[in-house]
Nanobody, 118 residues
Framework: QVQLVESGGGLVQAGGSLRLSCAAS????????MGWYRQPPGKQREFVATITRGRTTNYADSVKGRFTISRDNTNDTVYLQMNSLKPEDTAVYYCNADSRMNSASDYWGRGTQVTVSS
């Protein structure tokens, strides 16, 4: 079992930056890919960025060029550096990990709130 805990959210003005962190614990060795998703107010959860075990990254078009996902060599922490934040980035941001043992298994953190003011 894997537990994920996000941190680093908060209130920031438009144009500002935040760095989110996600710390994994438990059976870290089973983690395959990791990523970030977000749920804006009144909307469904949406993809933000992913990073594979090989450090290949993928981004939603809405954040490409502004956000950077990265991962520690220990594979127990993933980050999301968010620059040039916009009010539409306001959401609860969730950390995700999938399993090397079962590709259908996903682990989720409880989320961290990011609020971008005008």
């Amino acid at each position: 079992q894997v537990q994920l805990v996000e941190s680093g959210g908060g209130l920031v003005q438009a144009g500002g930056s935040l760095r989110l962190s996600c710390a994994a614990s438990g059976r870290i060795e089973i983690i395959n890919n990791m990523g970030w998703y977000r749920q804006p107010p009144g909307k469904q959860r949406e993809f933000v960025a992913t990073i594979t075990r090989g450090r290949t990254t993928n981004y939603a078009d809405s954040v490409k060029g502004r956000f950077t996902i990265s991962r520690d060599n220990t594979n127990d922490t993933v980050y999301l550096q968010m620059n040039s934040l916009k009010p539409e980035d306001t959401a609860v941001y969730y950390c995700n990990a999938d399993s090397r043992m079962n590709s259908a298994s996903d682990y989720w953190g409880r989320g961290t709130q990011v609020t971008v003011s005008s």
